[in-house]
């Protein structure tokens, strides 16, 4: 799902502890908003801190931008501690949800203007916006101001912004939520490009998780203010540690069992939810009778008119719901146990056949290596 394939990406960095979090801890009164949260962020690495919206993930990125303090815990930037430094004394700079560009001022003297506040001399003022302008693509939008601009060029203006101060840290507060969504997708794609191409270490905060899968090398799921797992978008999809995990990266089938045979090399999972055995080819630590959590994927779920020859892993029902998407089509199936299944079928797959209606008897069934097995 992830889309770096279009990116011109950078080499990875040696430098894997370019910014760090220690142990962090964030307390408003009796709250606890961060709750001991360690990770490290590479040199020029695209990072992304995912959840639902008060999870702790803002708050972090402004305690890394030095707008709200740490109750304990530390920080490092290229190896200097920022808990003293002040927000303007950071070498960092943040790009707002909202962009915060000032209504009366060209684009050219909005991407100046923190330069001017730093004495910065006007030949090299002058120089780097042109540069700033010319990455972003919006060199012939300079003089506009920016209601005469469209949700993507202010973003790009304020992205520029940000980068015309050549940050060691650039810090991105939910990017894309004030785009449109039918241009979203090629934004993300385009900021991807001119970070990597800036070479700049980026932490965004989303709470999309497509945005996050899109465009980051790495994100952490956070709930509660705590990580929950932390990993390459893959990874994260395709094994995922817990069912919260799970349930908020992507669409996913859970399946409640206990553990009937456990072997080096498979397992069978017993489940009232299916009248079938599930069998997952490996073996878990864990003692017979576990009650485990298989998780299956809506995409390796195959729909089927006739009874699957497989002896596991299948089930019968009836179509409860259709929603056709494009490319494929999302089949809702509900189980003589009850359970709803849900099934990513191709467009494709009905080319040549008749797709199930409403109320249809189909079968639904998966392979061996489709289910992930979570004890958490």
């Known amino acids: 799902m992830n889309t770096h394939e279009s990116a011109q990406k950078k080499p990875a960095s040696t430098d894997d502890k370019f910014v760090q979090v220690i142990d962090v ?18 040199r020029n690495e695209l990072f992304a801190l995912l959840g639902s919206s008060g999870c702790g993930k803002s708050t972090l990125l402004r305690m890394l931008a030095g707008f709200e303090t740490i109750t304990s815990g530390k920080i490092l930037i290229d190896g200097e501690d920022m808990s003293k430094l002040p927000p303007y004394k950071r070498p960092v700079n943040m790009m707002f949800q909202s962009y915060a560009l000032f209504p009366h001022m060209s684009v050219e003297s909005n991407i100046a203007f923190g330069l001017k506040q730093e004495g910065v001399g006007k030949g090299e003022i002058a120089e780097r916006v042109a ?14 101001k920016p209601f005469q601009l469209s949700g993507g060029q202010q973003q790009r203006a304020a992205l520029a912004r940000s980068l015309v101060k050549r940050p060691k840290v650039l810090l991105l507060d939910e990017p894309m939520s004030a785009l449109d969504k039918q241009i979203r997708q090629r934004t993300q794609i385009e900021l991807v490009n001119i970070l990597y191409k800036v070479g700049v270490t980026c932490i965004m905060v989303t709470h999309d998780q497509e945005e996050a899968m899109t465009m980051a090398d790495r994100l952490a799921v956070m709930s509660e203010g705590r990580i929950v797992q932390l990993g390459a978008p893959n990874e994260v999809y395709e094994y995922p540690n817990s069912k919260f995990a799970a349930s908020f990266i992507g669409s996913t089938n859970l399946f ?8 080096p090399d498979h397992i069978y999972v017993e489940s009232p939810e299916l009248k079938q055995r599930m069998f997952i080819s490996h073996g878990v630590t864990g003692p017979l009778g576990m009650p485990v959590t298989i998780s299956v994927r809506p995409e390796r779920v195959v729909l089927s008119r006739a009874k699957p020859a497989q002896e596991t892993n299948f089930s019968v029902g009836k179509v409860v719901n259709i929603a056709y998407m494009g490319g494929y089509t ?16 191709s467009t494709l797959m009905f080319d040549e056949t008749e797709p199930p209606g409403y109320d249809a ?9 489709a289910g992930v097995v979570l004890t958490k």
């Open 25 to 42: 801890v964030k307390k408003f009164d009796e709250t606890t908003a961060v709750d001991g949260v360690s990770l490290s962020v590479a």
């Open 131 to 144: 540069d700033a302008l010319n990455l972003v693509q919006m060199s012939k939008y300079a003089k506009r």
């Open 256 to 263: 409640a069992g206990v553990i009937v045979e456990d072997q």
């Open 330 to 345: 999302i089949y809702h199936v509900q189980l003589e146990s009850g359970k709803v299944v849900m099934a990513n079928v």
């Open 361 to 369: 008897e189909v079968y639904v069934s998966w392979g061996p290596t």
